[in-house]
């Protein structure tokens, strides 16, 4: 009995041990989780409360003079305070050389991306070290060139989907390429085209991102050179160019990036071949006359010297294996970069050309890269085209071929359809209900048409037909829909970026805003209603792309305090508060500076005329939206600095004199306290 | 010998029937229970106050442990510099320090309080029992203290005047709504004060005849 008791005894106080362990184990791993609830999201109103138009709505209606329709457009777009929009749209800024970033349905303007262009806003180009880093990789023979005339921006994909990483964006007038990294919306690279001058046919991305596409337009000698207009179809190239891109470091690499040499005709767009057709590009051309215009000379100018022809070329690049020729070596050497020459392209079965009508512009690859479709321009059809059959085509062999020795396939071979749309048809974007849109620049109009195929059955409409027209205002060139040009279109909104908005909005002088309509495409058949005017004062874009905003998942402050965005990297010259400083070395002053509300730290900065200075300043806050801006007159510094960035810039102290610098982003109530004297003594 | 006989008093007869064992086990469950409760508290957090002001439409938290503060604790010490009150992480240093190691020996005592079967056992629970209260009453001294006495020099000293914000419930300071609560940890600190008073009661109830028979002897 004492024997059993004193054993029941110690087991009781083993498990009481054991318990206490496991409850102080199980606890301890959960304790990350544990502080503070997440604050709630705005609750919704009254779920599933309908909300009748009362007599107020009714009243409102009446002395706006609304219609049904315009009532409607209201209740699909009106975004209520502190709402979020459902899509992001990246729009190229044409001549402005950014980006714009827009929210949809409401059509909001949310950011503008500095790219190719200074921008005082975000303190690109304005003396901080990273952002003169990336603008000087686009000077050109030592040119600064700080405008761009940006076209086309591509989203990064993974697996044929926007992945919401990177961004994309061509500069026509310079062929330059630029990488914006989607974690904190701001310019990482700048790409000069080593081989042209200018560029159309970029970006596009391939389905995986591995290669960028940079698509020339206006044919030049390759490689920057000199030959007479007379030489033209012996000198002049056109080029087709592939960007490696590096998506673990976000940067596109130029020595494993390659470019094809092109017959001078002026390949215009490119789009990538995706799911059967990936490993394959298609670029429409025109020019194939090879028209070199000279109106002054009596020679018909080039609008209808390039407009002779009634076919000119779709050029089919098999890029998987252009890219084994390349890395095998196979190319000649341009302004140092490696070219596959037009030789080669033909000897190794690379290009191919297919007929297409005529001077189009656009090529654009349905979602399950089955058809890819080349809208006319000067052409009222828009042109379908059968991967399976062109490589049927290539396969039964027996071509003839064009001027340079490229094989042509025959047009009938190859071709799936024709869809007379209207006047001027140009860019194409997809849905999820078997249809495509294509944008009617002559009509002024989007039309939403039926496609065959696969997507027969996704609509009660017959195939390959013209379903319905919206009109747009005025002269639409592109329109991007919801993923539209991706493996799964969204099928939600369609934009038009129109050219001329004429008397949509109230005049403000002879320079007018573009217009971006907003048109809603979730219904089907005729139901296609426009939305919303949103008037973009900025360049003229030309393409932009919409990606779902859940997809985007950018920072809200960087990672970690002295965050160098430009590396995506703490930054070794970032500094906590205590340890600000000022060093002298020489002629050489060196400055580690701490921003926070609403001081910096030091205040106080003494030098002397003729030094040479490198400031160093961290943002050392970490709440939201808490970014200090950096001024220093005279000498032309403006900074951004985001909560947690540590930023450079350097000057030579040139002028003498007091300097207050200040904090230019409105802070806190003691922003304007938020200031200092760099105080320049003038040489003995 | 006798004098730690006397202390610890009589032990539980050896030949005591099934049916009166239990409630001779009683006080050390409850006292048991109580120390893995005190200890799992340290983990937890006891306190929280909340700041709501527009700018912040989630909020600043700082939540406090016997051991460390965590939340917004740098942007709330950012705000605080405006009316000159000291960094958060400078009160209480002391007694952050030692609290884990202090909650430790509450935790021995208690246990030790199970062998010891007199009065005296009020000695080894009692400072367990006034945990809970020594940590809200040394938090509130430290608020106070650090209420009261704001930098002079401090750019919004004159709009915001010294000023004690409620230990529980809600405050305003500036445009600033307070909310201060009682965390998971600090009512865990209570429950084992409570689980103690029981066990107590149940420990006289048991040991007090035993004790009562001996010194009749």
Known sequence: MQLKNKFDQT??????????????????CQREDTPGDAPAANAPAEEGQAVALGADADAIIAARGLTPDDVAAALK???????????????????SGQVYVIGLPSMRILKTIAVFTPEPWQGWGYGAVDTMEVLNEGDINGHDVLWGDTHHPALS?????????????NDKANARLAVIDLRDFETKQIVKNPIAISDHGGSMVTPDTDWIIEGGQYAAPLGWEYSSLE??????????????FDRENGRLLPDQSFAMEMPPYWQDLCDAGKLVSDGWVFCNSFNTEMATGGVEDGNPPFESGASQRDMDYMHIINLDKAAEVAAAGNTMDVNGFPVISLETAVAENLLYFAPEPKSP??????????????SGKLDPHVTVYSFQKIQDTIAAGNFETDDYGVPVLDFDSVIEAQVELGLGPLHTQFDNKGYAYTSLFLDSAVARWSLGGPYADLNDDPDWSLVSKTSVHYNVGHISAAEGDTVSPDGNYLVSLNKWAIDRFANVGPLLPQNFQLLDIAGTGTNMPLLYDMPLPDGEPHYAQIIKADKLSPWEVYPEVGWNPHTQSKDPNAVMPGEERIERDGNTVEIWMTAVRSHFTPEHVEIKQGDHVIWHITNVERAYDATHGFSIPVYNINLSIEPGEATTFEFDATDDGVFSFYCTEFCSALHLEMTGYMLIEPKQ | MSIFKNFVGPRVPANSPESVRMQYRLPTLLFSAAAVVLLVSIFLPYWQMTLHAPQYPGGLEVVVYVNELTGDVAEIDGLNHYIG??????AAQLERSASILAIGVLCLLILAAVFVHTKWVVLFTLPAVLMPFLFLADM??????????????????????????????EGVVGQFKTVAEFRVGLYLAFLTAVLILIGLYTHRRAFKPLVEKESNQ
């Open chain 1, 231 to 244: 030489n033209y179809a012996e000198d002049y190239r056109g080029m087709v160019t592939f960007w490696k």
């Open chain 1, 157 to 169: 994909e993974t697996g044929g989907d926007y992945d919401g990483q990177y961004l994309f964006i």
């Open chain 2, 140 to 169: 509130y001294l430290w608020m106070r203290h650090f209420g009261l006495n704001l930098d002079p020099t401090a750019p919004l000293s004159s709009a915001i005047k010294p000023f004690v914000p409620p230990i529980l419930g």
């Open chain 2, 85 to 90: 009150m000291r960094p958060l992480g400078e």
């Open chain 1, 77 to 95: 777009t009106f975004t209520p305070t502190g709402k979020h929009d459902e899509y992001i749209m990246f729009a190229s800024g044409g001549h």
């Open chain 1, 361 to 374: 512009h656009g090529v654009d690859v349905t979602p399950g890269g089955e058809y890819m479709v080349v």
């Open chain 1, 11 to 28: 087991a009781f106080w083993r498990v009481v041990l054991l318990l206490l362990v496991v409850v102080v184990l199980v606890i301890s």
